[in-house]
């Protein structure tokens, strides 16, 4: 049985095609997928994402809880800021990639992926020991909406929230839009600038509707998963499930600018992660786009010389580059670099494509200079 | 959208329509409705031969890759070039300007029998 959002019945009055993502019923497209994802990159654009995951973490030993659980540091962490990171296990394979919000002193949010809301809380909750400290799994209790595009800000300027008052880039802010309490943070997942936004079952509708409101002679539009996935592919965003699983680290999916190197505490996969930084690894994920006609897919072969040297985990049409463009991992870490010549394998035939640097298209974040 | 009054429609959703004795071989509006905005089209050779059931060519929309099945058998004789260059036009016409190819059949006649009128390819899809 798939679970349904609260706006499930405000999907259908909008005529959204919904499919099965992580057992859930979500929207998969409104308008269409490349209107949606101008819409997005040019105006802005609101999606439900209630299916993601909300755990509470409080406590005297919250902090040294989550430095045992992410390699990323989290007592640098100043308050009402934002850290992307992973839960690592052992081998610092990744459970789930999670965004850690420092909430208040000794209090935390962790937003995680739908489909691992389970997985995660039981990994979470098996490492407790000897901390003292409280997970609460709120999921049930939470939706949450992602807005955004170059004109969200304003949107939630119309919304009562001036600008001077919204949070900055990867921070958050517990407040009130339309008398309604929110967690209201600048973060996203489509490489514009925007704000996600976290407030109880019971609201919201009523946030949803209120924001259309305040947001339609922006140009807002609803957003499906459909988008959702092009718009994180062309920002280079990882998909769980598929950019990133149990048996990959986060040094061998590029993410070592979210790992704290010089972290002195101990964590799940320290070990790992260390000798991987020392010793190199054996395989990398790539970026790469496609320089004949043919578009790359999840778990298509990669070849380099009749040899085949890798797989695609994410790919697919770029509305923004008109290109076709992918990820994946190539076994062949020394010879692959930006500008090799690489090959897919589609429907046993083989296409050029080259390595390319990722994002694949630039991330336009407000009030921050883009180092990632 | 106007749809030919004679098309035969298969349950994967090509649609076969006669016309000075080729066969015109397309998606349906429901298909192309389904697969959302369609971006690339990978089409036979004129010259190959196919029979009834076969993949002969390739539509992926910016969601996922779809094969597309000959209705009857037949040896290509023409194909849409004009869809290879601009997808979308499958999405904007099916019919009249976003057919995938026309085919010269001897057997169509025999291989047609499973296939549905208009009319009732629409109510199987309710």
Same mark, same amino acid.
């Given at each position: 049985?798939?679970?349904?959002?609260?706006?499930?019945?405000?999907?259908?009055?909008?005529?959204?095609?919904?499919? %099965?993502?992580? /057992?859930?019923?979500?929207?998969?497209?409104?308008?269409?997928?490349?209107?949606?994802?101008?819409?997005?990159?040019? #105006? *802005?654009?609101?999606?439900?994402?209630?299916?993601?995951?909300?755990?509470?973490?409080?406590?005297?030993? *919250?902090?040294?809880?989550?430095?045992?659980?992410?390699?990323?540091?989290?007592?640098?962490?100043?308050?009402?800021? +934002?850290?992307?990171?992973?839960? #690592?296990? !052992?081998?610092?394979?990744?459970?789930?990639?999670?965004?850690?919000?420092?909430?208040?002193?000794?209090?935390?949010?962790?937003?995680? !992926?739908?489909?691992?809301?389970?997985?995660?809380?039981?990994?979470?909750?098996?490492?407790?020991?000897?901390?003292?400290?409280?997970?609460?799994?709120?999921?049930?209790?939470?939706?949450?909406?992602?807005?955004?595009?170059?004109?969200?800000h304003?949107?939630i300027q119309?919304?009562g929230i001036s600008e001077a008052d919204q949070p900055e880039?990867?921070?958050?802010k %517990?407040t009130?839009?339309?008398?309604?309490?929110?967690?209201?943070?600048r973060?996203?997942?489509?490489? %514009?600038?925007?704000?996600?936004?976290?407030?109880?079952?019971?609201?919201?509708?009523?946030?949803?509707?209120?924001?259309?409101?305040?947001?339609?002679?922006?140009?807002?539009?609803?957003?499906?998963?459909?988008?959702?996935? #092009?718009?994180?592919?062309? *920002? +280079?965003?990882?998909?769980?499930? !598929?950019?990133?699983?149990? +048996?990959?680290?986060?040094?061998?999916?590029?993410?070592?600018?979210?790992?704290?190197?010089?972290?002195?505490?101990?964590?799940? /996969?320290?070990?790992?992660?260390?000798?991987?930084?020392?010793?190199?690894?054996?395989?990398?994920?790539?970026?790469?786009?496609?320089?004949?006609?043919?578009?790359?897919?999840? %778990?298509?072969?990669?070849?380099?010389?009749?040899?085949?040297?890798?797989?695609?985990?994410?790919? /697919?049409?770029?509305?923004?580059?008109?290109?076709?463009?992918?990820?994946?991992?190539?076994?062949?870490?020394?010879?692959?670099?930006?500008?090799?010549?690489?090959?897919?394998?589609?429907? !046993?035939?083989?296409?050029?494509?080259?390595?390319?640097?990722?994002?694949?298209?630039?991330?336009?974040?407000r009030n921050?200079?883009?180092?990632? | 959208?106007?749809?030919?009054?004679?098309?035969?429609?298969?349950?994967?959703?090509?649609? @076969?329509?006669?016309?000075?004795?080729?066969?015109?071989?397309? @998606?349906?509006? &429901?298909?192309?409705?389904?697969?959302?905005?369609?971006?690339?089209?990978?089409?036979?050779?004129?010259?190959?031969? &196919?029979?009834?059931?076969?993949?002969?060519?390739?539509?992926?929309?910016?969601?996922?890759?779809?094969?597309?099945?000959?209705?009857?058998?037949?040896?290509?004789?023409?194909?849409?070039?004009?869809?290879?260059?601009?997808?979308?036009?499958?999405?904007?016409?099916? &019919?009249?300007?976003?057919?995938?190819?026309?085919?010269?059949?001897?057997?169509?006649?025999?291989?047609?029998?499973?296939?549905?009128?208009?009319?009732? &390819?629409?109510?199987? @899809?309710?």
């Amino acid at each position: 049985m798939l679970q349904k959002t609260v706006l499930y019945d405000i999907h259908k009055k909008l005529g959204a095609k919904m499919v %099965e993502f992580g /057992g859930w019923e979500m929207p998969l497209q409104y308008s269409g997928i490349i209107d949606e994802h101008k819409t997005v990159r040019n #105006t *802005a654009g609101m999606f439900d994402v209630s299916h993601m995951g909300q755990f509470f973490v409080f406590g005297i030993d *919250a902090l040294s809880f989550l430095q045992k659980i992410v390699p990323q540091d989290i007592s640098v962490l100043k308050k009402n800021h +934002a850290v992307y990171c992973q839960l #690592t296990n !052992n081998n610092a394979g990744i459970i789930d990639d999670i965004i850690v919000y420092y909430l208040d002193k000794n209090s935390y949010l962790i937003v995680v !992926n739908a489909a691992n809301i389970e997985k995660d809380y039981k990994w979470i909750v098996q490492n407790i020991s000897q901390y003292d400290v409280e997970i609460k799994n709120k999921s049930q209790e939470y939706s949450m909406f992602a807005l955004q595009g170059p004109e969200a800000h304003k949107i939630i300027q119309n919304c009562g929230i001036s600008e001077a008052d919204q949070p900055e880039f990867f921070t958050i802010k %517990e407040t009130q839009i339309n008398n309604i309490p929110v967690f209201l943070s600048r973060t996203g997942y489509t490489g %514009e600038d925007g704000f996600e936004i976290i407030t109880k079952n019971e609201n919201a509708i009523n946030l949803w509707n209120f924001i259309f409101e305040n947001g339609i002679k922006y140009g807002l539009k609803p957003i499906g998963l459909g988008a959702r996935d #092009t718009l994180r592919l062309e *920002a +280079a965003l990882m998909l769980y499930g !598929n950019d990133l699983n149990e +048996a990959t680290t986060p040094v061998e999916a590029g993410l070592k600018w979210s790992l704290a190197l010089d972290k002195k505490s101990d964590y799940n /996969g320290k070990d790992a992660i260390l000798k991987q930084l020392q010793n190199g690894i054996s395989k990398k994920l790539i970026g790469f786009e496609m320089t004949e006609k043919a578009i790359a897919r999840h %778990e298509y072969d990669i070849y380099q010389n009749q040899q085949k040297i890798g797989i695609v985990t994410s790919g /697919g049409y770029s509305p923004t580059l008109d290109k076709n463009i992918g990820m994946g991992y190539v076994y062949t870490v020394q010879e692959i670099k930006t500008d090799s010549i690489i090959e897919i394998m589609i429907r !046993n035939k083989l296409y050029k494509a080259k390595v390319v640097k990722r994002p694949f298209v630039k991330k336009k974040y407000r009030n921050k200079i883009d180092t990632l | 959208m106007m749809v030919p009054e004679s098309i035969l429609c298969t349950k994967s959703h090509e649609y @076969l329509l006669e016309e000075n004795g080729l066969y015109t071989i397309g @998606l349906t509006d &429901y298909a192309v409705e389904q697969l959302g905005d369609i971006v690339f089209v990978e089409l036979p050779e004129v010259g190959s031969e &196919y029979s009834k059931g076969e993949v002969f060519a390739t539509v992926e929309s910016v969601k996922a890759a779809s094969e597309i099945y000959m209705p009857v058998g037949g040896k290509i004789v023409e194909v849409n070039e004009k869809i290879v260059e601009t997808p979308e036009i499958l999405n904007e016409s099916p &019919y009249e300007e976003g057919w995938l190819v026309k085919i010269e059949s001897e057997c169509a006649q025999e291989e047609s029998g499973d296939l549905l009128e208009y009319s009732d &390819y629409k109510e199987e @899809l309710e």
